[in-house]
């Protein structure tokens, strides 16, 4: 699987403390997009990341400190998707408690349909399958296109044509915080920005 970054603890990508992965490779080309250097289908660890390896990593995230879910990101995800089911399934086994949240660009009707695109060739009908079995995992997803002209506060969404979608009963709307931006430093000197640039910026 294609991997840009992988976060162990953030508090802007959905509720709790979440370890967030960072999905490499996205079509979908949403113009104004401030993350563009995850659209190709390259990566440095795209010969070496397993999904045991991802979910290693979240493991060992928790174990360091504890971590209430994960929010798969991109990139786009649901273009791995058989990769990110195997890893839900992953993580299910090791932490069954943990919740799970994505973003996708693509919207609801698209993902029911099967009309979305893998790098793996499979069929409109086991799109629909893997969506909905996936969907059976989330505890909630953003999804919808980025529409730069259209800005938003909205939790969690950045143009308001993009819904917030809750599987579960696990989360109220109101426990989704306001859009923030987060740096994360690490002692090595790596830099990290994780979060929703407010009104389109970075900070």
Partial sequence: M????FVAGSRVNGPGVRAVVYFQGCT?????CWNTETHAFTGVEQTTTTVDQIAERVVSAHRVKEIEGVTFSGGEPMQQAPALHELIGTLRQELPDLSFGMYSGYSSRELESGRYWTRSEISEKAKQYLWNALKSQLDFAVLGRYVASRRTA???RTSPNQELR???????ICEFRPLEVEVHIQPEGLVQITGFPIAGSLL
């Fill in 28 to 32: 979908l080309g949403c113009p104004g």
């Fill in 154 to 156: 909205l939790p969690l």
């Fill in 2 to 5: 294609l991997i840009h970054g």
């Fill in 166 to 172: 809750l599987f579960t009963d696990r989360y109220k």
